[in-house]
């Protein structure tokens, strides 16, 4: 298998877990923004069988991009689990597995207030190349904080990939490529919305407030 053959089965995937969903009245994002569309990945990360599979997509969209971790670390907590279950699948095909060469790293949710400072906000410290994963990206804050922390660390971060990016520009105007890149990381995403919406059956409602939500907030416009 690769990703290229794989890729709109991964979408399938998306659509028939439904990690998209809408809501009649739109609600208010941690961003601040209101939408009556989101995107939740929370029930694969709760179902060991959904997880499996999505992590072994993962791993063909890492062949496809012809990236060599040493560790893959998910930004906490929402991608905790599959940074982990990830790097132990990617060590275990490796031809060089053996002990001390793979290390298995978590971030804390809040910083430890005592013991090792190294532990403040890792159980486990990240080393070597990172891949850092995020589920959703939006304006990307949580990805940001996650890569200046593990800059603390001295580690070499070679690549962020977010499973689904929702396509937005921040309120700067900048969209999670652009400020990605301000701090010397590449930004890959495995789907995007502008892909997926359109694919999706909605009432007329909810088409016309995500189509204006795309004129405001988008990296481009959506008709669907």
Same mark, same amino acid.
């Given at each position: 298998?690769?990703?290229?053959?794989?890729? !709109?089965?991964?979408?399938?995937?998306?659509?028939?877990?439904?990690?998209?969903?809408?809501? #009649?009245?739109?609600?208010?994002?941690?961003?601040? %923004?209101?939408?009556?569309?989101?995107?939740?990945?929370?029930?694969?990360?709760?179902? &060991?069988?959904?997880?499996?599979?999505?992590?072994?997509?993962?791993?063909?969209?890492? !062949?496809?991009?012809?990236?060599?971790?040493? *560790?893959?670390?998910? &930004?906490?907590?929402?991608?905790?689990?599959?940074?982990? +279950?990830?790097?132990? #699948?990617?060590? %275990? %095909?490796?031809?060089?597995?053996?002990?001390? *060469?793979?290390?298995?790293?978590?971030?804390?949710? #809040?910083?430890?207030?005592?013991? !090792?400072?190294?532990?403040?906000?890792?159980?486990?410290?990240?080393?070597?190349?990172?891949?850092?994963?995020?589920?959703?990206?939006?304006?990307?804050?949580?990805?940001?904080?996650?890569? =200046?922390?593990?800059?603390?660390?001295?580690?070499?971060? +070679?690549?962020?990939?977010?499973?689904?990016?929702?396509?937005?520009?921040?309120?700067?105007?900048?969209?999670?490529?652009?400020?990605? =890149?301000?701090?010397?990381?590449?930004?890959?995403?495995?789907?995007?919305? &502008?892909?997926?919406?359109?694919?999706?059956?909605?009432?007329?409602? +909810?088409?016309?407030?995500?189509?204006?939500?795309? #004129?405001?907030?988008?990296?481009?416009?959506?008709?669907?």
């Amino acid at each position: 298998m690769n990703w290229e053959n794989e890729k !709109d089965n991964f979408h399938n995937f998306i659509l028939n877990n439904k990690i998209i969903g809408f809501f #009649k009245e739109p609600l208010r994002l941690k961003s601040g %923004r209101l939408s009556s569309w989101y995107i939740n990945w929370r029930n694969i990360a709760s179902d &060991v069988y959904l997880l499996d599979q999505l992590t072994d997509y993962i791993l063909l969209f890492i !062949d496809y991009l012809g990236l060599n971790p040493k *560790c893959f670390y998910g &930004v906490p907590e929402g991608a905790t689990k599959l940074g982990i +279950i990830t790097q132990y #699948k990617w060590a %275990r %095909r490796q031809k060089n597995y053996n002990p001390g *060469c793979y290390p298995l790293s978590m971030g804390r949710g #809040k910083p430890k207030e005592h013991g !090792d400072p190294k532990d403040k906000f890792f159980v486990g410290i990240p080393k070597g190349e990172i891949i850092i994963l995020e589920d959703v990206t939006t304006t990307g804050e949580s990805l940001i904080d996650t890569i =200046k922390r593990l800059k603390e660390v001295n580690v070499r971060i +070679i690549a962020a990939i977010g499973l689904t990016n929702r396509n937005e520009k921040r309120d700067d105007g900048k969209s999670i490529e652009e400020i990605v =890149k301000e701090q010397n990381v590449q930004y890959y995403a495995m789907s995007n919305a &502008v892909d997926l919406l359109p694919r999706i059956n909605m009432n007329k409602d +909810i088409k016309n407030h995500i189509e204006e939500y795309f #004129k405001k907030y988008g990296t481009q416009q959506i008709n669907l």
